[in-house]
């Protein structure tokens, strides 16, 4: 089974930038986020060169307008395609925070283009072990640190209220915690991560479970950087938040069943083991009888050889050895052999028949069940009749 690591999860970039509603959304100032993004000199931006709608998408023109310029609204929420310098459209998910008596509004953007193809990427190796994982779209939540460590939320789309276990009208009531919903095993973590944040200016990548419900509790992604500072100083964060409890559930049963394939495998008879079509001399899962058969511990095969079978091999069989198998597959063939010889750990050198069968997995990959026969004596004995 293909292992899902961290880095193959999500990736959030941030991008600010302030615009005034007054003059067609003209850019007044951007971080170098943005700037990069769309191509334009910060120097040009202090200069009011460019306009933000002018690099969103004609079609989300009016909507973005409507979205920013509603009345008695702080804080926006929207989700328009940007051309980046390169000319390229990529959604964003942003929020806008309108200030009072002013003109100005501070958008943040959030690119998640990069998180799109690591979705993907995930889905992919989900499949392998037979799941087909339904994503559902995450939310925005913006909720800054009081003086006596408590978050409080002061913003949260539909996505952030379906996580959340609440409803707008609720989390828009003062002093919605949202340390009092996250669950207690986790609360640890997550305040360090955010003491962490409020230390180095870094953003917040981290994962928890929320209690929507009594006994009932989801698995959250969140991405997350300070935005802003209020009157007293506290620090305003903003959070893109991701429902991954599916992809918690299926990671788990993926787990189970990997781990019971390994129990199975690792009681089968005879020196048997598995491995992919793209590297037949690298080891996937043994037996018992295969560690006894070839003389070296799980530890020096896996941890020390990293599982290449090749490394226990004459050196000058391996290139024979791996044309003969590619050979055999391009032909089409389910049913594999081949003879090689193996440096055992009891420092005898044992000639090995290779038994492999092809199998064809879900997703059109193909895998090999290979054992391995003893057939020293037999080479042996052919060629002193040969002699003979």
Same mark, same amino acid.
């Given at each position: 089974?293909?292992?899902?690591?961290?880095?193959?999860?999500?990736?959030?970039?941030?991008?600010? !930038?302030?615009?005034?509603? *007054?003059?067609?959304?003209?850019?007044?100032?951007?971080?170098?986020?943005?700037?990069?993004?769309?191509?334009?000199?910060?120097?040009?931006?202090?200069?009011?060169?460019?306009?933000?709608?002018?690099?969103?998408?004609?079609?989300?023109?009016?909507?973005?307008?409507?979205?920013?310029?509603?009345?008695?609204?702080?804080?926006?929420?929207?989700?328009?395609?940007?051309?980046?310098?390169?000319?390229?459209?990529?959604?964003?998910?942003?929020?806008?925070?309108?200030?009072?008596?002013?003109?100005?509004?501070?958008?943040?953007? *959030?690119?998640?283009?990069?998180?799109?193809?690591?979705?993907?990427?995930?889905?992919?190796? *989900?499949?392998?072990?037979?799941?087909?994982?339904?994503?559902?779209?995450?939310?925005?939540?913006?909720?800054?640190?009081?003086?006596?460590?408590?978050?409080? /939320?002061?913003?949260?789309?539909?996505?952030?209220?379906? !996580?959340?276990?609440?409803?707008?009208?609720?989390?828009?009531?003062?002093?919605?915690?949202?340390?009092?919903?996250?669950?207690?095993?986790?609360?640890?973590?997550?305040?360090?991560?955010?003491?962490?944040?409020?230390?180095?200016?870094?953003?917040?990548?981290?994962?928890?479970?929320?209690?929507?419900?009594?006994?009932?509790?989801?698995?959250?992604?969140?991405?997350? *950087?300070?935005?802003?500072?209020?009157?007293?100083?506290?620090?305003?964060?903003?959070?893109?938040?991701?429902? /991954?409890?599916? /992809?918690?559930?299926?990671?788990?049963?993926?787990?189970?069943?990997?781990?019971?394939?390994?129990?199975?495998?690792?009681?089968?008879?005879?020196?048997?083991?598995?491995?992919?079509?793209?590297?037949?001399?690298?080891?996937? /899962?043994?037996?018992?009888?295969?560690?006894?058969?070839?003389?070296?511990?799980?530890?020096?095969?896996?941890?020390?050889?990293?599982?290449? !079978?090749?490394?226990?091999?004459?050196?000058?069989?391996?290139?024979?050895?791996?044309?003969?198998?590619?050979?055999?597959?391009?032909?089409?063939?389910?049913?594999?052999?081949?003879?090689?010889?193996?440096?055992?750990?009891?420092?005898?050198?044992?000639?090995?028949?290779?038994?492999?069968?092809?199998?064809?997995?879900?997703?059109?990959?193909?895998?090999?069940?290979?054992?391995?026969?003893?057939?020293?004596?037999?080479?042996?004995?052919?060629?002193?009749?040969?002699?003979?």
């Amino acid at each position: 089974m293909a292992e899902i690591s961290e880095e193959d999860l999500y990736d959030v970039e941030l991008m600010n !930038l302030v615009v005034d509603k *007054a003059d067609n959304l003209r850019v007044v100032e951007s971080d170098s986020h943005f700037s990069e993004f769309a191509g334009v000199h910060p120097s040009k931006i202090k200069q009011g060169k460019l306009y933000f709608l002018d690099i969103v998408k004609p079609s989300d023109r009016e909507m973005l307008m409507q979205s920013l310029c509603k009345k008695d609204s702080p804080y926006v929420y929207f989700e328009a395609e940007l051309t980046d310098k390169q000319n390229n459209d990529i959604l964003m998910f942003g929020t806008g925070h309108n200030y009072d008596n002013s003109t100005l509004c501070r958008i943040t953007l *959030a690119d998640v283009s990069k998180s799109q193809q690591k979705q993907q990427a995930l889905q992919e190796k *989900a499949r392998e072990m037979n799941y087909l994982i339904d994503m559902v779209t995450g939310g925005v939540c913006l909720f800054k640190v009081t003086d006596d460590m408590h978050l409080v /939320i002061q913003y949260l789309n539909e996505g952030g209220c379906r !996580l959340f276990g609440t409803s707008k009208s609720k989390s828009i009531k003062q002093d919605y915690r949202l340390d009092d919903i996250i669950c207690p095993e986790d609360i640890s973590r997550v305040y360090q991560a955010i003491g962490k944040a409020m230390a180095t200016d870094e953003p917040i990548d981290i994962e928890f479970r929320t209690i929507v419900h009594k006994d009932e509790y989801k698995w959250c992604k969140v991405n997350a *950087a300070i935005e802003s500072y209020d009157e007293s100083d506290n620090p305003v964060f903003h959070a893109m938040l991701t429902d /991954i409890t599916d /992809i918690k559930e299926a990671e788990e049963r993926a787990d189970k069943m990997y781990d019971n394939l390994v129990e199975v495998f690792k009681n089968l008879p005879n020196a048997v083991f598995s491995t992919d079509t793209e590297d037949p001399l690298k080891l996937q /899962i043994v037996s018992e009888d295969f560690i006894k058969f070839i003389g070296w511990s799980r530890e020096i095969l896996f941890d020390e050889h990293g599982g290449r !079978l090749s490394d226990f091999m004459l050196e000058r069989e391996i290139k024979y050895v791996r044309a003969n198998i590619k050979k055999q597959l391009d032909s089409g063939e389910n049913e594999i052999t081949v003879s090689y010889s193996i440096r055992s750990g009891r420092g005898k050198v044992l000639i090995v028949e290779d038994r492999r069968k092809v199998v064809n997995q879900d997703d059109g990959s193909k895998s090999m069940f290979c054992s391995l026969r003893n057939v020293t004596k037999k080479f042996q004995n052919s060629a002193v009749a040969q002699l003979v």
